[in-house]
C-alpha cells in the first residue's frame, strides 16, 4: 500500500523497571534481573502501550531469548502504560527511550538494558541486550511513506528534500533533546528496512498470538 521515501528517526528502545522495585528485590543489573525472573517465572508483570505494540513483541522476544516468563498488560497507549509503570501497577517496560528519558533522569525508573545493537551514545553506560543476548536488536523507528504508486520522481524528490532537512545541525539537534537519531538514506535502504522488519517480527506475532486491539 505504500511507498517508502524515507526512515525518518530512530530511537532506542530501554528495559526500564521501577527504582522502588528494583531495590527492593535487589535487581541493579539486567543479569539481577533474568536471574530474579527465572527463579520466580510470571511473578514479574510488564506493561506495552497495546497487544501488537512495539513494547509488546519487545517483550516477547525478550522472553523468549532470556527464556523468562513475565505476564504482559497492554495499556490504551504508551501514556497510560507508562503512568502504570510510574505508579507501581507493573514491574517493567521496554519502552522508547525517548518517553522514559525523563523519568530515568529523575531516579523514579532504572534503565537496566537498551535493545540497540550495541549501547546507545545517548545512554553510553546502559549495556545493551545484545552484549548478554548475541543478535538482540529492537529499534523504535519513524520513516516517511507515499501512497502506492507514486512516481518514482516525485519519491526521489521528497527523499532528497527531508534527507537534506534530517541532515541539517538544527534537526538533528533538535532530535537529540528528544533521544532520537535522524537516519537518512535512499528509499530503497528504507524498503529493506521494512522487510527486514517484517521478517523479524512475523514469528514472533504467531507464536504470542499477539493482534493489534
Same mark, same amino acid.
Given at each position: ?96 527511550? $525517548?518517553? @522514559? ?11 537496566? &538494558?537498551?535493545?540497540? =545493537?550495541? #549501547? *546507545? !551514545? ?23 511513506? $507515499?501512497? @502506492? ?11 532528497? &528534500?527531508?534527507?537534506? =532537512?534530517? #541532515? *541539517? !545541525? ?44
Amino acid at each position: 500500500d505504500f511507498a517508502p521515501i524515507v526512515q525518518m528517526v530512530l530511537v532506542p528502545n530501554v528495559l526500564v523497571i521501577i527504582a522502588e522495585t528494583a531495590d527492593r528485590l535487589k535487581i541493579g543489573t539486567l543479569a539481577d534481573f533474568v536471574a530474579y525472573a527465572k527463579a520466580n517465572p510470571a511473578k514479574l508483570n510488564y506493561a506495552s502501550g497495546g497487544n501488537g505494540s512495539a513494547g509488546h513483541l519487545a517483550g516477547e522476544i525478550f522472553k523468549q531469548r532470556a527464556g523468562v516468563f513475565a505476564v504482559h498488560i497492554p495499556y490504551s497507549g504508551g501514556g497510560p502504560a507508562q503512568l502504570a509503570l510510574l505508579s507501581g501497577q507493573v514491574d517493567f517496560s521496554l519502552d522508547n527511550l $525517548a518517553t @522514559a528519558a525523563p523519568n530515568i533522569r529523575s531516579g523514579r525508573i532504572r534503565a537496566l &538494558a537498551v535493545t540497540t =545493537a550495541a #549501547r *546507545s !551514545p545517548l545512554l553510553p553506560d546502559v549495556p545493551a541486550i545484545a552484549e548478554r543476548y548475541p543478535g538482540f536488536e529492537i529499534d523504535t523507528w519513524w520513516g516517511l511513506t $507515499a501512497p @502506492a504508486g507514486t512516481p518514482a520522481e516525485t519519491v526521489a524528490r521528497l527523499n532528497e &528534500a527531508f534527507g537534506a =532537512a534530517l #541532515r *541539517s !545541525p538544527e534537526v538533528q539537534a533538535r532530535f537529540a533533546q528528544m533521544m532520537a537519531e535522524p537516519v537518512p538514506g535512499t528509499p530503497a535502504q528504507f524498503a529493506a528496512l521494512i522487510e527486514r522488519e517484517l521478517r523479524r517480527y512475523e514469528p514472533v506475532v504467531k507464536a504470542s498470538g499477539a493482534k493489534v486491539d
